[in-house]
């Protein structure tokens, strides 16, 4: 059964900055690994998606990677934004199309 | 990238009463999927909806409490039936897009239901 794992669960960070959040899971026959935001209150904004063949993925100021033989995945925001903050969620997909989620890590970035 | 929309956006509902809610996608899936968000949680799946056949629900989860209807490859309906104060939470439904050369799911806005 796949376990996805989010570290930290929270990071508070000062406008500018660099950051890394990572992601891990149990599971290496992951078909993909997608990276999600969520504001409070509402649904879920697709980031970046992964496909198991891929070792990266940009957009903007975003990258996210993967390492399916480790079970990792970061995501990498540059130059943080006050609008930046909300809760970040990687989830890996398996067999059925199948998502399971991590438990998010929330983002605050202070102006 | 679909679209979706879900209705209603929130709702309170009294324990022992039952809540359906609409999903709808601006183009044609096959896959959608129907998760739940508990407060403080993050997201499970509670089942999978494909047009013609019957729902596949996750360990945990049973046809009786949360029947799905996938009437055609634009709607979907999740109710949560015989509701008591635990199943407050944000349900949110998902589409598989595989027009592209990735299978990326988009979710919906959700609902937030509580049960008093």
């Known amino acids: 059964k796949q376990e996805v794992t989010q570290i930290p669960a929270a990071l508070s960070v000062p406008e500018g900055e660099n950051l890394v959040l990572n992601c891990s899971f149990t599971?290496?026959?992951?078909?993909?690994l997608q990276w999600f935001r969520q504001d409070p209150g509402k649904g879920l904004t697709s980031l970046l998606l992964?496909?198991?063949?891929?070792r990266e993925q940009t957009s903007g100021r975003l990258n996210a990677s993967l390492d399916k033989s480790s079970g990792r995945s970061t995501l990498y925001i540059a130059a943080s934004q006050p609008g930046d903050s909300a809760t970040y969620l990687c989830?890996?997909?398996?067999?059925?199309?199948?998502?399971?989620f991590g438990e998010g890590t929330q983002l605050t970035v202070n102006p | 990238s679909a679209v979706i929309s879900q209705k209603p956006s929130r709702d309170i509902c009294q324990r022992g009463t039952s809540l359906t809610i609409q999903c709808q996608v601006d183009?044609?899936?096959?896959?959608m999927f129907w998760y739940r968000q508990q407060p403080g949680q993050s997201l499970t799946l509670i089942a999978t909806?494909?047009?013609?056949?019957?729902?596949?629900?996750e360990s945990g989860f049973v046809i009786d409490k949360f029947p799905i209807s996938r009437p055609n490859l634009t709607f979907s309906t999740l109710t949560v039936s015989n509701m008591s104060p635990e199943d407050s939470s944000i349900y949110l439904c998902?589409?598989?897009?595989?027009?592209?050369?990735?299978?990326?799911?988009?979710f919906g806005p959700g609902t937030r239901l509580t049960v008093t």
């Open positions: 998902s589409v598989e897009d595989v027009r592209g050369p990735t299978y990326e799911q988009y």
């Open positions: 599971d290496s026959a992951i078909y993909n």
């Open positions: 992964i496909q198991s063949s891929q």
């Open positions: 989830a890996g997909g398996t067999s059925g199309s199948r998502l399971t």
């Open positions: 183009s044609q899936v096959t896959m």
């Open positions: 909806a494909n047009q013609g056949s019957e729902a596949t629900y």
